[in-house]
């Protein structure tokens, strides 16, 4: 039963290489007889493997099925499948990050340690281009697997002052935004629902004991603290426009909308930069006034007698 294993797995592995295969080649090099190679086939037929007959050369060729079985990869195409993960992760085509962090915790759980050493080498030479916010691929994989599996995690946090803390909780998902990764998990001590920026974070390794998932309540809470929680300013406005339409403008990564009536809404946002926050409260178009916080009421003075001396 293992060398039939091992042989199916070793035709596998030729099939997967991209060219037409004869019979005959297929037989000499799995030492067996032309019969044995096609029971074979069959058997890999029967897994889900779409191996086409190929006529003229009585061979075969590995073609595309209606679903994704398994793969196998030689040790430089592992290495070289988890490099772009690990690239894709970390926010280089929009849309495939969260996708890409799955996957890649997949094929890290399988790698070998020897990959998994060349893996990390060549992420350490290699020089991403300069963002804010840049999170450990390392980081990344434990956060990634701790909410697949349900595990606590105690990590050291760093806030937006610089005040360091532990925090202990259980993980629930990853949020990424465009331009950072968040963890939405119930604090423990806190006993509420907080989001925790990527880029401020050190896991402490081994985690924690598996938990029961909480049921998770309308994301809008956790939304509010991805859109301002995590910055040194937070700030309401008043627009006077309708929540739907100021909605459509605002991601809600961004910021929170709320309907005060039908052509007034308050905005709940937030920045590292009180220039940014005026600034872009401004060019959205909408008339507004800052219900809080009054620093940020006498940034919006100071920077409009600016642009009227301009």
């Not at 044995?36 to 050369?57: F, H, Q």
């Not at 990344?140 to 002052?161: M, N």
């Not at 950072?180 to 998990?185: D, G, N, S």
């Not at 006034?289 to 009227?308: F, N, Y």
């Amino acid at each position: 039963m293992l060398e039939t294993s091992a042989r199916l797995l070793k035709l596998l592995s030729l099939l997967q290489t991209p060219r037409d295969w004869s019979g005959e080649t297929l037989a000499r090099e799995l030492g067996v007889g032309a019969r044995t190679v096609r029971r074979d086939v069959d058997k890999l037929r029967n897994l889900g493997y779409p191996v086409e007959a190929v006529a003229g050369v009585a061979g075969y060729r590995l073609g595309a099925g209606a679903s994704l079985p398994p793969l196998l990869l030689d040790d430089d195409e592992a290495v070289a499948v988890a490099i772009g993960l690990r690239a894709s992760a970390a926010g280089g085509v929009a849309g495939l990050e969260e996708s890409s962090v799955r996957a890649l915790t997949k094929l890290e759980q399988v790698l070998p340690s020897r990959l998994r050493h060349r893996v990390r080498l060549l992420q350490s030479v290699a020089v991403p281009a300069a963002q804010g916010g840049v999170v450990d691929p390392e980081v990344l994989l434990v956060v990634a697997a701790v909410c697949r599996d349900h595990q606590q995690l105690r990590f050291d946090y760093r806030s937006h002052d610089g005040t360091a803390s532990v925090r202990a909780t259980e993980p629930h998902r990853l949020v990424h935004t465009g331009r950072r990764w968040y963890l939405t998990a119930w604090d423990l001590d806190r006993e509420d629902w907080r989001t925790y920026r990527l880029d401020r974070m050190t896991p402490r390794i081994p985690t924690g004991p598996r938990f029961t998932p909480r049921e998770v309540p309308d994301l809008a809470a956790t939304g509010a603290g991805i859109a301002s929680g995590a910055y040194r300013y937070q700030a309401v406005f008043r627009l006077r426009a309708s929540a739907a339409k100021v909605a459509d403008r605002l991601a809600s990564s961004v910021a929170t909308v709320e309907a005060v009536d039908d052509t007034t809404c308050l905005v709940s946002t937030g920045s590292n930069s009180l220039d940014e926050l005026v600034l872009y409260m401004g060019l959205l178009g909408f008339a507004f006034e800052v219900v809080s916080p009054p620093e940020v009421a006498d940034h919006v003075r100071a920077v409009a007698a600016r642009l009227a001396g301009a």
